[in-house]
Each structure stands twice: as C-alpha cells, then as structure tokens.
C-alpha cells in the first residue's frame, strides 16, 4: 500500500470510475469568456452607430439641434439628403464620416440624379458656423439649391 492511510486509501488512475469521476470536476470558462468578449466588442462597435430617434434616415449620430422659434415643417418631403455636422467639426453624410472633398462628390453625385434633392443640415448647436456655411456652399456648387437646416422647436 502506497498511502499508509489504511484499506481502502489507494488511488489509482488505472480505476475507471475514479478517472471518469475526476475528470469534469471543474466547468471550463475559458470559452465562455471568449465568447462574451467577442460579443461586448461587437456590441461597443455597433452601438456607435445606432441612429437615434428622429435625426433622419441616415445621419447615424445624434446632434444636438438649436432651437428656433418658427420652424417650416418639411415633414412632406420624404427625398433628402441628411448631412449631420457634429460638435467638433466633423461631417457625416449617408451614415459616414466624410471629408469636404468626399461630401463635395456626394452632392456631385446626388445633384445628377436630381438637382431639387433637399439637404437637410443638421448641426450641432455647438459647431462652428464656418463648418455649417464650407457644407451648405459645396452643396450649392454641385448644383443642389434646395437647403434646409434642421432645429427643434422651442419648449
């Protein structure tokens, strides 16, 4: 006897049963693991780009709209081109960031298919008004005349 611990103490890995039993005595979680990181990674780069109720099909990103207190209802025109221009400068056209000279195609593009296309402006309250005036004035020198910039109406 190998133990010293009386009859019945020895072990051996040759018994089945005891092998059988020993063998999934802890759960693995390593996969388990991986499998939610992959899904939080997903979830963190999809939510991103969730579009946020009632900023236009097709912005993708949420902007704080100045308010005004006589607004012209647009509603009707279901035809627009949204263009979002964010706090910090950045523009995004048809869900995607875009440089001037990317946007300056897209309206290049869309006043080709149909010059009384509307773009609807959405600027953040905190952007900078050159930025706002450099995409409506693309706008125009591709064609597109029909310009509207969104607010919401005061409260």
Not at 64 to 71: F, R, V
Not at 72 to 101: K, Y
Not at 106 to 122: C, N, Y
């Amino acid at each position: 006897m190998a133990g010293g611990g009386g009859p019945g103490t020895e072990t051996s890995l040759d018994d089945p049963e005891l092998v059988e039993l020993g063998s999934f005595t802890e759960p693995n979680i390593v996969p388990l693991v991986d499998i939610m990181l992959v899904l939080l990674v997903i979830l963190m780069a999809s939510s991103t780009a969730i579009m946020n109720p009632g900023q236009g099909e097709g912005s993708g990103f949420r902007v704080n709209l100045p308010t005004a207190s006589a607004t012209d209802e647009i509603s009707s025109i279901t035809d627009e081109l949204v263009v979002a221009v964010l706090s910090d400068g950045v523009v995004v056209a048809r869900g995607e960031q875009v440089s001037m000279t990317e946007l300056a195609r897209i309206f290049a593009e869309e006043a080709k298919q149909s010059a009384a296309r509307l773009v609807l402006v959405q600027a953040d309250e905190q952007t900078y008004h050159k930025r706002v005036v450099e995409v409506m004035e693309a706008a125009r020198k591709a064609g597109l005349h029909n310009l509207a910039i969104a607010t919401k109406p005061e409260e």
